[in-house]
C-alpha cells in the first residue's frame, strides 16, 4: 500500500492529499505556489487548505501581502488520531447504550485468538457506572497463559489511570504468583472463594455488560451486552462473595 492509500484510511485523499504533501515538499510557500504544486487551482485549494487547516495539519498566514502555507510536522497526524481514539472512548458507552435501546435485544460480541482477547479485556475499561465499580471473577494460572502478565500489567496499569475499583473473586489454587493483592493503591479489594470452588474462567461484569475470557486452550473473548444476563450474573458474585474469605 503506497502513502496515498496510507493516508486516505485516516482521511487524508483527493485534494487534501495533494495539498498536504505540496506543502510537505516545498516547506513553506505562497498559496499559488501549493496549489500549482499540487495541480490545483487556488479557488478549490483555498478551501481544501482550510480543512487541512482546522486538522493542524498545516498553518496559513499573511506576509508582505500574500498568503503562505506551512506544513506542521507530520507526528500531528498521530495526535490527531490519538485524540479522536480517546474521544470515541468517551463517547463508546453512550453510543453504545443509544444502540442497544433502539435494538431492543441482547447484543453478543465474538472475538477470537489473543487479539480478541485483547479487545474483549479492553471493553471492560469503558465503564461509565458511577462509581465506577467493576466485579470480576479471575483465574490468575489462565490468565498469565492468555493474554499473559505483560498484557495483563498494562490492563491494570489503565483500569487505575481510569479510576475503576475492582471487587475481585479469585480460587487460591489457581494463584501461581504472590502479587494482584488487595490494595486501596491498586484499587483493587480481593476475596478467596471457598475451597470446594475453582473457578477456572475469567469474568467481568461492569455496566449491563459481561465479559468472559477463556483459556489459552479455547483461546477466545466473549461479551454479552444485556442488563438481564448482567444483573443475574452480579447477583451469582455476589453470592459467591458473601461465601469468600476477604485475602490477607
Known amino acids: 500500500m503506497d502513502i496515498a492509500k496510507k ?8 485534494s487534501l492529499y495533494k495539498l498536504y504533501t505540496a506543502a510537505i515538499e516545498l516547506g513553506e510557500a505562497p498559496i499559488a505556489d501549493v496549489a500549482a504544486r499540487a495541480g490545483l487551482v487556488r479557488t478549490t485549494a483555498y478551501d481544501a487548505l482550510s480543512r487541512l487547516e482546522q486538522e493542524g495539519l498545516v498553518v496559513l498566514h499573511h506576509r508582505h501581502g500574500k498568503r503562505y502555507v506551512e506544513a506542521q510536522d507530520p507526528t500531528v497526524l498521530l495526535e490527531r488520531l490519538e485524540g479522536r481514539r480517546q474521544m470515541l472512548d468517551q463517547l463508546m ?40 465499580v467493576m466485579h470480576g471473577i479471575l483465574s490468575m494460572e489462565e490468565l498469565m497463559q492468555t493474554p499473559g502478565k505483560e498484557e495483563m500489567d498494562l490492563y491494570i496499569e489503565d483500569r487505575i489511570k481510569h479510576g475503576i475499583w475492582l471487587n475481585v473473586i479469585r480460587s487460591e489454587q ?3 504468583e504472590p502479587i494482584w493483592p488487595s490494595s486501596p493503591d491498586l484499587m483493587r479489594s ?21 465479559c468472559l475470557i477463556s483459556s489459552k486452550k479455547e483461546n477466545y473473548g466473549l461479551i454479552i451486552d444485556s442488563v438481564e444476563f448482567a444483573t443475574m450474573q452480579r447477583t451469582l458474585f455476589n453470592a459467591i462473595w458473601e461465601l469468600s474469605r476477604p485475602a490477607g
Not at 7 to 14: C, D, E, F, N, S
Not at 113 to 130: F, Q, S
Open 7 to 14: 493516508l486516505a484510511t485516516i482521511g487524508i485523499t483527493g
Open 93 to 132: 458507552p453512550q453510543l453504545r447504550s443509544m444502540y442497544n435501546r433502539a435494538k431492543g435485544k441482547p447484543q453478543i460480541r465474538f472475538y477470537e485468538g489473543i487479539e480478541g482477547i485483547r479487545t474483549a479485556l479492553r471493553d471492560t475499561l469503558t465503564t461509565t457506572g458511577e462509581p465506577k
Open 174 to 176: 489457581k494463584d501461581v
Open 190 to 210: 480481593l476475596r478467596y472463594c471457598p475451597p470446594h470452588m475453582v473457578l477456572s474462567m475469567t469474568t467481568f461484569i461492569y455496566d449491563q455488560r459481561v
